[in-house]
């Protein structure tokens, strides 16, 4: 869609979408036609047409933490036919490259791939130049940072190509250690209720949705490496909907009451609760 101005938007977004169609297949909430073809061309838009590196690594992130964490083998038969078919089916230069660097890694053992892959890649060139100015204003101001907008204003001020791509060094260089703190403590705390909730939960639809949502924080939190994806509000748009659903079901899990003495909050399941 021409409104997705840059491939990282577009794939954020596929990303997100799609670990949520993911969830709501594996988790057996659903698992009719229509939910599997629209996992599949995600999949396939997502690898093939979305050009987006840092999507495609945090959805596999997510599905990775999903292998080990429900101990699935459909998982692991899926990602042998995807890396199978996918040099075959790839077609655009960065995903090439990105392919070059893995079957380099898993043939060799060596990191030799991955420190070429670096040197030679103009938009990991771009980012590395633009981090380290980060790195080198944020040292002025190391717990609050230079204020929010900094980083882009002396990027273009010094006349730097490209955007300052990269959330938690952007995140340091406008807030500083606190702000960091304060971020970390935010998703951390989305990964705890969602994650307690999947477990904790038994209804099938409310599962997958707590989830979906929590793979898509795991997934965005690894595309942030080199996307500042949390400025982003083509991608924010999804991901901040997946996730209030999500801490939505959390909540409607412990609903909460005031006794009319005005007393301490009553749970719905504690006795002595009066829903009038």
Avoid: C
Avoid at 151 to 179: C, F, H, K, M, V
Wanted: no cysteine; aromatic share 12%; net charge positive.
């Amino acid at each position: 869609s021409p409104s997705f101005s840059a491939s990282y938007d577009f794939g954020g977004y596929l990303m997100l979408s799609t670990l949520f169609l993911y969830s709501v297949g594996s988790t057996r909430a659903n698992r009719g036609p229509l939910t599997l073809t629209a996992l599949l061309a995600g999949m396939a838009l997502l690898l093939f047409s979305a050009d987006s590196r840092a999507s495609l690594g945090g959805m596999a992130v997510a599905i990775v933490f999903d292998l080990f964490f429900r101990l699935r083998w459909q998982v692991v038969v899926g990602a042998a036919v995807v890396a199978v078919a996918a040099p075959y089916l790839v077609s655009t230069r960065k995903m090439e490259r990105m392919l070059a660097t893995v079957t380099g890694i898993v043939t060799s053992f060596s990191v030799d791939p991955v420190r070429r892959a670096l040197l030679e890649d103009p938009s990991v060139g771009m980012r590395i130049r633009n981090w380290d100015m980060a790195i080198q204003r944020w040292s002025g101001h190391p717990f609050v940072g230079e204020g929010l907008g900094s980083y882009l204003q002396y990027t273009e001020q010094y006349n730097q190509p490209g955007t300052p791509d990269g959330w938690y060094i952007r995140l340091l260089a406008e807030s500083g250690l606190l702000g960091l703190f304060a971020f970390m403590l935010l998703v951390g705390g989305l990964l705890w209720s969602l994650m307690g909730a999947y477990v904790r939960e038994t209804r099938a639809l409310p599962r997958a949705i707590v989830y979906g949502a929590a793979l898509s924080v795991i997934a965005l939190l690894v595309n942030a490496v080199v996307i500042d994806s949390f400025v982003s509000y083509k991608i924010m748009g999804v991901f901040w909907m997946i996730v209030g659903v999500g801490t939505r079901v959390v909540a409607e899990r412990h609903p909460v009451a005031v006794k009319s003495s005005g007393a301490r909050p009553v749970r719905a399941d504690e006795p002595g609760f009066n829903p009038a």
